[in-house]
């Protein structure tokens, strides 16, 4: 069975860093591209970052270009969001998410979803 | 703010079809397939369409998707109560190099 457990999220001041780690389980990590996906409290889904299998092929969104990085360890089945210069805007729950098939993110979508970390900016 | 666009509400009473659009442009779902989420209140996104009519293992035939040119369209039949939720349709850019997001269709069950 697919598992993506997020973790790392909580209450950070403007301007400051976290670090989420998503574990994963139940299937070839090292095969699979992987995105993060973030949802502001009472808004719609809004895509992060994407990182193919092999960390290659790499993308933000503009709103989190040059804040954010997305890294994956396929030693260690996990994949990370490193997200410096958080703004208010920023809060939101953070989601990991599996391309549904090798083809891809692009190809089809995302079919599976852990359960997300909220992170939360504020002074 | 969502590249693609889809009407903010749908409603139906049980048993009925439902249809909820998701409108884009050439450089997304004019030459991208077309994906589509539910997500029950509470809970994380789930896949229901894929590559613009795939159904993914255990969800029901009750949900079609379909596209044309730049627009896609999510079908449920048959609407049953347990499938009041957010819908949300989702397509890679070429243009932005990034995958969005409708901006989401809650749907009422009567």
Same mark, same amino acid.
């Given at each position: 069975e697919v598992q993506l457990v997020e973790s790392g999220g909580g209450l950070v001041k403007p301007g400051g860093s976290l670090r989420l780690s998503c574990a994963a389980s139940g299937f070839t990590f090292s095969s699979f591209s992987m995105n993060w996906v973030r949802q502001a409290p009472g808004k719609g889904l809004e895509w992060v970052s994407s990182t193919d299998y092999s960390s290659k092929a790499i993308y933000y969104a503009d709103s989190v270009k040059g804040r954010f990085t997305i890294s994956r360890d396929n030693a260690k089945n996990a994949l990370y969001l490193q997200m410096n210069s958080l703004r208010v805007e920023d809060t939101a729950v953070y989601y990991c998410a599996r391309a549904t098939t090798l083809a891809g993110i692009a190809e089809t979508g995302s079919g599976y979803?852990?359960?997300?970390? !909220?992170?939360?900016v504020s002074s | 703010q969502s590249v693609l666009t889809q009407p903010p509400s749908a409603s139906g009473t049980p048993g009925q079809r439902v249809t909820?659009?998701?409108?884009?442009? =050439? =450089?997304?779902i004019g030459i991208n397939t077309v994906n589509w989420y539910q997500q029950l209140p509470g809970t994380a996104p789930?896949? !229901?369409?894929? =590559?613009?009519?795939?159904?993914?293992?255990?969800?029901?035939?009750r949900f079609s998707g379909s596209k044309s040119g730049t627009s896609a369209s999510l079908a449920i039949s048959g609407l049953? =109560? %347990?499938? %009041? +939720?957010?819908?949300?349709?989702? +397509?890679w850019d070429d243009s932005l190099k990034g995958y969005v997001f409708g901006t989401g269709t809650k749907?009422?069950?009567l």
């Open positions: 979803w852990g359960q997300g970390t !909220l992170v939360t | 909820i659009s998701c409108s884009g442009s =050439s =450089s997304n789930k896949l !229901l369409i894929y =590559s613009n009519n795939q159904r993914p293992s255990g969800v029901p035939d049953q =109560s %347990e499938d %009041e +939720a957010d819908y949300f349709c989702g +397509a749907v009422t069950v």
